[in-house]
């Protein structure tokens, strides 16, 4: 089992590849919530878009298979969706 560093460490590249994967675009993840381990097994990552510190960005990601669950993104990069 992973201890809780490299699950975020694992995460956050997750994390970054898909906002590129998906947006074209480049993150800076400035915090992390683990969710209640009865309710969930994932981690919250939440930071700004590289580009413009103004756009907040959040994104839920299963910490046993590293899959994204679902991403909060500003209209203006939903604008931008690649996939």
Known sequence: MPNQEQVI?????VGHQYFIDHYNTEVHFTDHKFMPKDLSHNLNLSGYVTANKEVSISILIDYDTFEVQTA????????KKIK
Do not use: G, I
């Open 9 to 13: 460490e694992k995460a956050t590249q």
């Open 72 to 79: 909060v993104v500003p209209k203006e990069l939903l604008d």
